[in-house]
């Protein structure tokens, strides 16, 4: 190994440290990056959260759409209890069927 002058030594002692410096600059710049994608992630997921929400809430509609349905297309039973003598039925499915 040759034998170096303290001047290269100085100067090979600022070279690593302006590596060492730049590769932290860049090490810093992908944490940033990073934390940006994290953030975006976060927000979409965030959004797509609501959206479930908001077709989960549509399912519940739709259910409670179709008991209500189901209610109204079946007025011959009054209470659970008996059997209304009126033949209402048959009228309001023709009507309902024909809305769709």
């Known amino acids: 190994m ?3 002058s303290p001047e290269e030594i100085q100067l090979r002692a600022h070279q690593v440290t302006d ?11 992908l944490a940033i990056e990073s934390q940006d994608a994290g953030i975006k992630t976060i927000t979409l ?3 797509q959260g609501e959206q479930l929400n908001h077709i989960e809430g549509m399912d519940q509609i ?3 759409m179709r008991d209500a349905e189901k209610t109204l297309t ?6 659970g209890l ?3 003598p009126c033949n209402r039925t048959k009228n309001f499915e023709k009507l309902s069927s024909g809305l769709r």
């Open 45 to 47: 997921l965030d959004e």
């Open 82 to 84: 008996c059997i209304c």
């Open 2 to 4: 040759d034998k170096l």
């Open 62 to 64: 739709n259910k409670d």
């Open 74 to 79: 079946e007025p011959n039973k009054c209470c």
């Open 19 to 29: 590596e060492s410096l730049e590769s932290r600059r860049r090490i810093l710049g």
